[in-house]
């Protein structure tokens, strides 16, 4: 599975951005969706997840604020991000789950998204 990352920059408080991610290769592979962030000096924590029912996970800190869709389609999941925040600031990981064994797992290159107050 290879992960290409879209979307992303810079935004002032209270704006909106959107994050797409397009998955290609093995695609039956992949359990779920999603993105995780990362911000200087903090660990890698959980934003958004989809899997292929529908059902979602969000982080406690952005539910309400972002939502996760995913275009079976295009195999493509996008993240809408409002209401953004200066703690939303941090590099953005796309990230697909292995249905079958999480070592599998698979990680897009990081995108930055930075909120100016």
């Known amino acids: 599975v290879q992960l290409q990352a879209s979307g992303g920059g810079s935004v002032r408080a209270g704006g909106s951005l959107r994050l797409s991610c397009a998955a290609s290769?093995?695609?039956?592979?992949?359990?779920?969706m999603g993105w995780y962030r990362q911000a200087p000096g903090k660990e890698r924590d959980l934003v958004a997840t989809?899997?292929?029912?529908?059902?979602?996970k969000y982080g406690d800190s952005v539910n309400g604020r972002f939502a996760i869709s995913s275009d079976d389609a295009k195999n493509t999941v996008t993240l809408q991000m409002n209401s953004l925040k200066p703690e939303d600031t941090a590099v953005y990981y796309c990230?697909?789950?292995?249905?079958?064994?999480?070592?599998?797992?698979?990680w897009g290159q990081g995108t930055q998204v930075t909120v100016s107050s």
């Open positions: 990230y697909a789950g292995n249905r079958w064994n999480s070592r599998f797992d698979v």
């Open positions: 290769g093995n695609i039956f592979s992949i359990k779920d």
């Open positions: 989809i899997n292929k029912r529908g059902d979602t």
